[in-house]
């Protein structure tokens, strides 16, 4: 249930929040966080799917998981995935699941996009474990990096009032009639106008990586 301070100066950070927050859920579905010592499969099975992915020590190499945590990431990521990768209607089924009582539609999308890095429609393994990676083990500037990806809808290298009305619009219909108390109708632009306040330094009307990050980070 979200409080008054919702309302405050700290809201730009919710954007930051539902992505952990949603990323872990995703994983709790997928199977994917019961690091259990079961046996797991042998790297050839992953021959069987029609995506493979790369030798799991290059992902160790790339990635800050271990090896025993990759395979076990996979065998969960396989059950849920035979074909080797998520396509962007199923991102939405299982946010639909998570918040039924709003719409995580338009949520969905933006951060299947995010995740969908090399921009082909659909998440391989790869694209899941990096982005992960980034998600729950990565340093500051890691995780502002990947929500700057995140907002910079069109991928310019900038974040527009337009684009960070989307977000929020999209975070507050995913929500749904949760919030406490209820916020109003012009509440997204509001806050995008406070976001802006303290981050557009140069008043450009943009928001650079620059920006984004020594704001957040302060």
């Known amino acids: 249930m979200l409080t008054l301070e919702w309302e405050s100066e700290g809201l730009q950070t919710v954007g930051i929040v539902v992505i952990i927050f ?6 709790h ?8 010592e ?7 099975e992953m021959a069987t799917v029609r995506h493979r992915p790369e030798a799991l020590e290059l992902l160790e190499a790339q990635s800050k998981f271990t090896k025993k945590e990759l395979q076990i990431l996979y065998r969960g990521f396989k059950n849920e995935c035979p074909s080797g990768v998520v396509n ?3 991102f939405k089924e299982i946010y639909s699941q998570f918040f ?13 996009n995010a995740f969908d890095t090399d921009h082909n429609g659909s998440v391989s393994f790869e ?4 982005g992960l990676s980034i998600l729950l083990r990565g340093t500051v500037q890691e995780k502002l990096n990947w929500a700057f990806n995140l907002y910079d809808i069109n991928k310019d290298g900038y974040i527009t009032k337009e684009e960070m ?9 995913m929500m749904g009639k949760c919030t406490y108390p209820v916020l109003k109708d012009d509440a997204p ?3 995008v106008e406070t976001f802006f306040q303290k981050m557009d330094k140069n008043k450009d009307g943009v928001v650079t990586i620059d920006e984004f990050i020594e704001s957040c980070q302060k």
């Open 100 to 112: 039924p009582q709003g719409d995580s539609t338009n949520y969905a999308h933006f951060l299947f």
């Open 127 to 130: 694209d899941f474990v990096m």
């Open 88 to 90: 962007e209607e199923t």
């Open 22 to 27: 949603a990323s872990l859920k995703l994983l």
């Open 38 to 44: 079961d046996t797991v499969e042998d790297e050839m």
């Open 29 to 36: 579905l997928l199977g994917l966080i019961d690091f259990s």
């Open 189 to 191: 632009r509001q806050h």
């Open 165 to 173: 009305l989307d977000i929020m619009k999209a975070i507050y219909d």
